[in-house]
C-alpha cells in the first residue's frame, strides 16, 4: 500500500516552491492552497484510498483500457496539519501519481480557488491532459458525469469525501450509481451526524440528514436508538445506508464488526470523525478493498 507523503519543515502557510515540491508536484500561485488535516487519520484515510488505487490500476489496468478517477470534493490537492506543519498530499494528486495511474480524471470542487491550486499541481504530470477540471456543486454535477460514462466501456472509482455533512446528498450518489461499472468510497460523517441527529429529529421540515440519507427511515432508527451507545446507533444506521446502496445494484458488504471494512477517522481527543464506506458492484472490488484495510500505515498485515 502507499502511505501518506509528507512534507515537514514548512509552516501552514507554505509549500515547496517555487518549481517543483519534493513529489515533483508544480507549485506556484494559488498552489500555495492547502486543506487542514487531523494527523491521526490522514494516513488511514490515504492508505485506503491510495491503496484501492494501486489495487484498482495494478489488477485492472490490462483487462480495462479506460479507467476514470472522479473526485466530487476534489479540494486544492494538499492537506496541512495545523498543529505541526506537516503537508499531506490529498486524494486528486494521490490517485494522479499512482505506479499505474488511471486513464482519465474528473476533478470537481465548488470553489474555484481550489481548482486552480489543483490544475497548477498537476500539470507537471503526465496525466495531465487526461484531467477534466469542473468548477460547481458536486450535487449539480453529477448527471453531468453520468452522462458522458452511463455506457462507457470503462471501469470507474469515485471518492466522495467532502467537508461537511450538508455537502452529500443520497440523490447525487444514487445519480452516479447509474453508471454502470462505478466502486464507491463514501464518507459516512459520524460525528456530523451525531451533532445534527438531535434537532433534525425533531424538525418537520426536510433537512440534511433527510438529504444525506435520502429518506426519513433514519429517524425510526434514531428514536429506537438514541439513547443506547453512540457507536450501535451509527451501526444500525450504517446498515439502513448499506441497504440503500444495494438496492442502487451494489452487492452487500461485510459489516464492521466481521472485518472491520468501515476503517474509523479519530480527531486527536480520539473522538470518532467519520467512517469510509466502499461499495462495488462485484464481488472483486471487495476482495481488493478488503486486502486495503487488511494493512496498516506502514503496509504490514493487521492482525485484527
Not at 5 to 31: L, M, N, T
Not at 210 to 228: H, N
Amino acid at each position: 500500500m502507499f502511505s501518506r507523503r509528507k512534507y515537514s519543515g514548512y509552516s501552514p502557510e507554505q509549500c515547496p516552491s517555487p518549481e517543483k515540491g519534493q513529489d515533483g508536484v508544480f507549485e506556484s500561485g494559488f498552489a500555495a492552497l492547502e486543506n487542514p488535516a487531523f494527523p491521526l487519520f490522514s494516513d488511514v484515510e490515504d492508505n485506503c484510498e491510495a491503496g484501492l488505487s494501486s489495487y484498482f490500476e495494478t489488477s485492472m489496468r490490462k483487462k480495462w483500457t479506460r479507467r476514470h478517477y472522479i473526485d466530487l470534493f476534489a479540494g486544492p490537492g494538499k492537506c496541512v496539519c495545523r498543529k505541526t506543519g506537516t503537508v499531506y498530499l490529498g486524494s486528486p494528486l494521490l490517485a494522479l501519481t499512482t505506479k499505474y495511474p488511471f486513464t482519465d480524471y474528473v476533478f470537481v470542487d465548488s470553489d474555484p480557488e481550489n481548482i486552480v491550486a489543483l490544475q497548477e499541481r498537476g500539470e507537471a504530470l503526465s496525466a495531465s491532459a487526461r484531467i477534466q477540471f469542473i468548477v460547481d456543486d458536486a450535487n449539480r454535477v453529477a448527471e453531468e458525469i453520468v452522462q458522458r460514462l452511463h455506457r462507457a466501456p470503462s471501469l470507474n472509482l469515485a471518492f466522495l469525501d467532502p467537508d461537511g455533512l450538508e455537502e452529500l446528498r443520497w440523490k447525487t450518489v444514487a445519480t452516479l450509481a447509474k453508471i454502470e461499472r462505478l466502486d464507491l468510497i463514501i464518507h459516512y460523517s459520524q460525528m456530523g451526524l451525531t451533532r445534527t441527529m438531535p434537532q433534525a429529529y425533531e424538525s418537520e421540515g426536510e433537512t440534511i440528514v433527510d438529504s444525506f440519507f435520502g429518506d426519513r427511515e433514519w429517524r425510526k432508527i434514531y428514536g429506537e436508538y438514541c439513547r443506547k451507545e453512540e457507536s450501535f446507533l451509527h451501526r444500525q444506521l450504517m446498515d439502513h445506508y448499506k441497504s440503500k446502496l444495494k438496492e442502487l445494484g451494489y452487492k452487500e458488504t461485510y459489516r464492521d464488526d466481521e472485518v472491520g471494512a468501515e476503517p474509523l477517522m479519530r480527531n486527536e481527543k480520539n473522538a470518532p470523525l467519520y467512517r469510509l464506506l466502499f461499495a462495488s458492484k462485484h464481488p472483486l472490488g471487495l476482495k481488493f478493498w478488503e486486502k486495503v484495510i487488511s494493512r496498516d500505515a506502514h503496509g504490514q498485515r493487521r492482525l485484527f
